[in-house]
């Protein structure tokens, strides 16, 4: 996408500085600036790239005044952060409602509805019974299988599976070669050592306003719904087992694992590759910092837990540092059985 | 799909009382049951439930009385548990069973072939040489490749991808996102510090009723095979190397890795998040606990293995217990410093 | 595939002794060689498997004498191991030329170009305004969207994710299932705790000769690119945040997670499931090893780093010893407490 100056000017309601016909089409970190691309300078720190910057334009604020020569374009705004960040929204907008309608060839069961102005892309399936919302957008080779709900203006991005039954809301975003609701792991064992699958017949319900990321796998209750309330946002990677419950706004990063039947509360912020056991229930506003394995509940909200078997995190620092200086300690003791 | 009480009734050769004729279509906990949905009452413990519930009809045991009035309709069968499993495994075979035949647009080599009763769903891919037993499914976007081999009643899930040359037996799962048989990581390192990748030219065996879980990686061999015994169980994002062995009716959780040439025990437990180095041997019937890291091979079976560095159980638990109360120990031996 | 022995010989310019009309598919290890197989035999360690293989030939070097009499015909070559890595290749290679052409349907926007003995699959697509070298095999599934280069000779395997704008080198492999340019996992909070997604809008650049594991995650930079330089070996179910630096020749084992602005530096060697925090520099030919958590920066080049939270591994390994030992150093505290 190119626009001109004087096109970004109209959008962030600014005022040009040169040359407004120039085009640009990429928005660059003002010290990386190259022709066709737009910055913006807000903090006066970023000053000295200003003068030196190949960007075609600079979006500034209102009260700026340049101290030195300086060759690109300006346009002023009343907020240059703000002003920015318009421009993010209007450019990832603009990109995200640019797809529309049906490529082919594309499979979409008979008994199967979709609101308007929707696009599904080539190799994009979708199986039977499902109801799918307004404006939602189904990337190339995405699988919707059977009796599944997808909400108004949800993203299904390319490669993402949908299983059966699944339940999804409006305005979620379920990222590349992410898989919603297969089969939980569940096996009885047998009398003769080996196991034996336990059917899985529930299904997965993700609220309103929910990102899930790329390659993440949640999977369906044994029976009920495995549940992700509204507006939690979910990392790449991440393992969510059958019938875990995660609370509303909490957020979880990168290939962090939860267990069966876990219920994190909301607003959780818990880092990358953390492991809870199933059965647990951390309460609201926990932060679980990274690599943290979490064996039991809980209870009171507000903790920040941290280490290998999950302490508050000053306890498990106290003890860390201790640890660091073990061989020292062990000399002490040593030390004090030769005094003896 | 709905069943009418009546037809339930049939199939688990027990006696409805109520009112046969309505339907249900969905399985719910006691204390969850909603309208269209059936519930069952195995154990005492939950019987206030039964009283509350909202589920249409609820699968009770020969001998149960009600001791207060309750308003749902009841199935009553000889054992309440066996009975609802048994509709469990009806209502999963039937979900199964329903996929039959070819959609199109899908991808078949003309030198492969696939045995009767199978299903290939639209965007599925096989490539050349193939031999598909009886009874397949193959779902939306799923890849063979070349060579492949797959045995009676397995279950190719959407958007799984199995590599050239991969053997996959009868009665398998290979659940969504799943890919099997990719390129082992082996890189000769080179004088100029760069690396040279090796070709892997093996391939990967499954046995019979092995699952694989979502969105895991099974690299193929270097030379020879990496095997998957019978019977195991493997969960999501799972990370299996070149050349490792998986015992028989092992089974191992959601994103564990274990790395090249690593052979594994029939009957191991492993947990999830755990790491295991490369070239070691994991005795039969060995317990791994969440997040342990194996440095080296485990000769005697039976074991319980935990912590960072692979401890037994108990050992790591005595020195984790210390671990914690460091700074208090620390106070100790300063107490004795003054004390001199 | 299917060679004689003679045709064998002829490319590795050995000579056969024994009947050069036999037919090998397969390349077998010598210990595990079955009919049909071509082994080889380079380290005086496996002589004796030499004389029970059942494999149909193996490859010797020039100055092997037998000394016991053997079943399998041989192809003797200057040098044994040279020769059967210069048949792996041969094999690789040519069972990576026999793809060529389109399979249909395939979708390809027409605004994009594909240069000359290039392959794409059944069900592979190309969006808009994608520019794509030479020689570039897209396999089956695999998904590439708009505004995206590709260099020559580059691999994008089945059911592969290269999202918009990304830009990839020459003779790069990315392997099944991986996601090159899904989206930043950025959140900016609101003051009624819940998040709102901040605009990805830069891209990944994969420069040359990089290999991308299965089912491994590259998010886009939030501006800018994330970056992977020429030459770096990463395996799968690696997750790579936004804005993070790769560097040249860096080998990064499976499961291991960089955090969002991190810089890697040339030549480092990351084991698997390690974890590195956000917006830290590691120096170059920095080894850390596997489940190692890292929590900053990395100053000095050479260093190898192990351990929950990262310690050089002399101190951490002295310290662990002694951690393994605490119920015995607690016990030397007791005594020395007994006798004051």
Known sequence: MEFTLDQIAAI???????????????IDKIQEGQPGGISFLANDKY???????????????????????????????????????????????????SQLGIEEPSYFDASSQQGEEGYRAAFSYVGKNCIIGKGVKIHANAYIGNNVKIGDNTIIHAGAKICNDSII????????????????????PQENGSYKPIPQIGNVIIEDHVSIGANSTIDCATMGSTLIKKGAKIDNLVQIAHNV????????????????????????????????????????????????????????????????????????????????????????????????
């Open 12 to 26: 962030l309601n600014g005022k040009v500085e040169g040359d407004g016909s120039l085009k640009v089409r990429r």
């Open 47 to 97: 000053e000295s790239h200003f003068y030196e910057t190949n960007a075609t334009a600079v979006i500034v604020s209102e009260q700026f005044k340049a101290s030195k020569p300086f060759s690109c374009q300006i346009i002023r705004v009343k907020n240059a952060y703000t002003g920015f960040t318009r421009l993010l929204e209007a450019y990832a907008n603009f990109s995200k409602a």
């Open 169 to 188: 809301g409006n305005n979620c975003e379920i990222h590349p070669g992410a898989v919603i609701g297969s089969d939980g792991f569940g096996f009885a």
């Open 245 to 340: 419950i995660i609370g509303e706004h909490t957020v979880i990063a990168s290939q962090t694992g939860i267990s069966g039947s876990t219920e994190i509360g909301n607003h959780c912020v818990i880092a990358g590759q953390v492991g809870l056991v199933g059965h647990i229930k951390i309460a609201d506003k926990t932060t679980i910092g990274a690599k943290t394995g979490i064996t039991r509940s809980i209870e009171n909200p507000g903790k920040t837990i941290f280490g290998y078997m999950g302490l508050e995190i000053k306890d498990f620092l106290k003890s860390y540092s201790i640890f660091k200086n073990l061989p020292a300690l062990q000399d002490r003791i040593k030390e004090l059985e030769k005094k003896q």
